[in-house]
């Protein structure tokens, strides 16, 4: 089996192309429209197939490049079917595994970032999304986002999985790869030694975080499968750059 992290500068998002050396069948999760070239590039090297595009949630940061690698090399397309997106080929649920050739997703509904959100359990390893970051989680106040449910999430849901699996998240702003199960529980500054609700809460809500600057862009691109808007400022064009340099527009 083949599994390769992709990292994109802009947003700092890591792609997860996930291959199947018998059939020829690749996943990328988290794909980003910057780095379609990046992407084919990888897939070409390693002489796979894209068959599918996955996402863990309805992203604000970047846009998806579902759509984009779907009309290039005719992949599909899967997302939360608790979102229901039109452009969506196959809706992913909880606890269904979803597999590609020998490649099998075990998905955990894993809600209070965004209400949809999915982590997803491939052989020793998670993809956690945004809801469990490399010491320290994703924020709660967007998206239908709720702190307790999101502490439910991770301390009832991904804490429970065996402490020597590889956590690998959706982002990471200091270029940290990879955690364990057990390193998140021991040293994730707002949720690890077992912090209580209330300890989490405060945490939460004392963040201060600033207004996502694209999300207004982003969250109705993704819910069409990644599409850039044709009214982006100049100053967040680089989040669609590889659109406005593409052929297609």
């Given at each position: 089996?083949?599994?390769r992290q992709?990292?994109?500068?802009v947003s ?10 018998e059939?020829?069948?690749?996943i990328?999760?988290d794909?980003v429209?910057?780095a379609i070239d ?12 894209l ?8 992203h ?18 899967a997302t939360?079917a ?9 809706g ?8 590609v050739g ?28 945004d ?5 320290g ?19 009832e ?8 699996y590889l956590?690998y998240?959706?982002h990471?702003?200091h ?40 999300i207004?862009y ?8 990644g599409?850039?808007?044709d ?10 750059e ?5 052929q297609?527009?």
């Amino acid at each position: 089996m083949i599994f390769r992290q992709l990292y994109e500068p802009v947003s700092s998002t890591y792609t997860y192309l996930i291959g199947c050396e018998e059939t020829g069948q690749a996943i990328l999760v988290d794909p980003v429209v910057n780095a379609i070239d990046r992407d084919l590039h990888e897939l070409s090297k390693l002489g796979m197939k894209l068959a599918y595009t996955v996402d863990t949630h309805i992203h604000a940061d970047h846009i998806t490049s579902a759509l984009e690698m779907k009309k290039k090399v005719g992949s599909k397309i899967a997302t939360p079917a608790i979102d229901g997106l039109p452009c969506t080929d196959v809706g992913i649920e909880d606890g269904t595994p979803f597999q590609v050739g020998g490649i099998t997703l075990n998905p955990l509904h894993t809600p209070g970032h965004t209400d949809g959100h999915f982590a997803y359990i491939f052989q020793d390893r998670v993809l956690t999304g945004d809801a469990l970051l490399i010491e320290g989680c994703g924020r709660t106040d967007f998206q239908n986002g709720h702190a307790d449910t999101l502490y439910n999430s991770v301390t009832e849901k991904l804490f429970a999985l065996p402490d020597d699996y590889l956590v690998y998240p959706a982002h990471d702003y200091h270029k940290r790869r990879v955690s364990t199960i057990a390193q998140e529980k021991d040293r994730n500054e707002r949720l690890g030694q077992n912090k209580s609700l209330e300890e989490f809460r405060e945490i939460m809500n004392n963040l201060n975080l600033p207004y996502p600057k694209f999300i207004d862009y982003a969250v109705p691109g993704n819910r069409k499968c990644g599409v850039c808007p044709d009214n982006l400022p100049k100053q967040l064009q680089e989040y669609c750059e590889q659109m406005t340099n593409s052929q297609q527009g």
